[in-house]
């Protein structure tokens, strides 16, 4: 099993988990648009929220299917647009300077259509379903408190922000009233989609 991720400090974490689950995981940095694995080496390749960030899906979606061997499958998970964290996208976007120019929405990958129209002919079997995670939460405010701290996206913004302070307060009291809608017997309901295919 290889894990791939282009961030090092999630390396750091994926690691340590792997030691604590005792199994060998060959873990490296690299980017999603340029896989550093041979044509087919996989009989299957999973992205859990990962490649989704890839700043253009055709690149990407070439990627992911050139490494997997004919007949393997590909699955993934990702936020779809109109829950939780899609929506927290969308107010992330609102408050942090423009994206570079061609880069698609990560939440696109939420959408099943999007997601047909991206794999294409180059799979055979495509199945969508939901799942969704829970995450124990003392309260709203507790959940922002945790994303401030530990989701990267967050934790730049707030960086960002912190010269404006009026606008710092706002995206707070936004992100609050979001999570506010989520949150029920102390748990974040953050609703996903699973895709899953079979490459041709």
């Known amino acids: 099993v290889k894990g791939l991720d282009l961030t090092p400090e999630l390396l750091a974490r994926a690691r340590e988990n792997a030691s604590i689950a005792g199994v060998d995981i060959d873990f490296q940095e690299g980017d999603v648009e340029a896989l550093p694995y041979p044509d087919a080496s996989f009989d299957f390749v999973l992205s859990q929220f990962g490649h989704m960030f890839g700043p253009r899906p055709d690149v990407t ?3 992911l299917l050139r490494v997997l061997a004919p007949g393997g499958t590909i699955a993934f998970s990702t936020w779809p647009p109109d829950v939780f964290t899609g929506r927290m ?3 992330l976007g609102r408050f ?3 994206p570079p120019e061609g880069a698609s929405p990560p ?3 939420g959408d099943p259509k999007v ?3 991206r794999l294409g002919d180059r799979v055979r079997d495509l199945v969508f379903d939901r799942a969704r995670l829970r995450l124990p939460a003392l309260s709203p405010n507790h959940v922002l408190l945790f994303f401030e701290h530990n989701v990267g ?3 730049g913004l707030i960086a960002h922000l912190e010269s404006t302070p009026q606008e710092l307060a706002n995206f707070r009291a936004e992100m609050l009233a979001l999570i506010e809608l989520y949150v029920e017997e102390n748990r974040l309901r953050q609703d996903f989609l699973m895709t899953r295919a079979v490459k041709v």
Do not use: G
Request: no cysteine; proline share 17%.
């Open 115 to 117: 997601v047909a129209e």
């Open 61 to 63: 979606t070439a990627e």
């Open 89 to 91: 996208f969308a107010l």
């Open 96 to 98: 942090s300077p423009p």
């Open 107 to 109: 939440v696109l990958w």
């Open 153 to 155: 996206p967050i934790q």
